[in-house]
Nanobody, 122 residues
Framework: QVQIVESGGGLVQPGGSLRLSCTAS????????MHWYRQVVGKERESVAT????????YADSVKGRFTISRNHTTKNTIQLQMNNLEPDDTAVYYC???????????????WGQGTQVTVSP
């Protein structure tokens, strides 16, 4: 119904920057909330950043002031996560999540990206 494609990620030194992007496509839908999560092997998936359809944002305390979530105003079904001043503790697989309202059912639907590895290491 809704397909999510992520891009970005990679290896960066501490203090460096990376940008992740995520695009939703498929069935007719309206955006509700969009999220970035991350997960380290052996730990639970944690929320990193959220943006609503109205542009309201929220961040985990550990990334406030360093990460910025935004919507692409040209391609409206695309969100980005700009990550600055990266630290080794930011190393994780990052997942994009779109919560949308399907026009066919008027129900919410949660769709996940495939995940992208971010490694912060000297």
């Amino acid at each position: 119904q809704v397909q999510i494609v992520e891009s970005g990620g990679g290896l960066v030194q501490p203090g460096g920057s990376l940008r992740l992007s995520c695009t939703a496509s498929g069935s007719l839908f309206s955006l509700y909330t969009m999220h970035w999560y991350r997960q380290v092997v052996g730990k639970e998936r944690e929320s990193v950043a959220t943006i609503t359809s109205r542009g309201v944002t929220d961040y985990a305390d550990s990334v406030k002031g360093r990460f910025t979530i935004s919507r692409n105003h040209t391609t409206k079904n695309t969100i980005q996560l700009q990550m600055n001043n990266l630290e080794p503790d930011d190393t994780a697989v990052y997942y994009c999540n779109f919560v949308v309202i399907l026009h066919s059912t008027a129900q919410t639907h949660s769709a996940w990206g495939q995940g992208t590895q971010v490694t912060v290491s000297p």
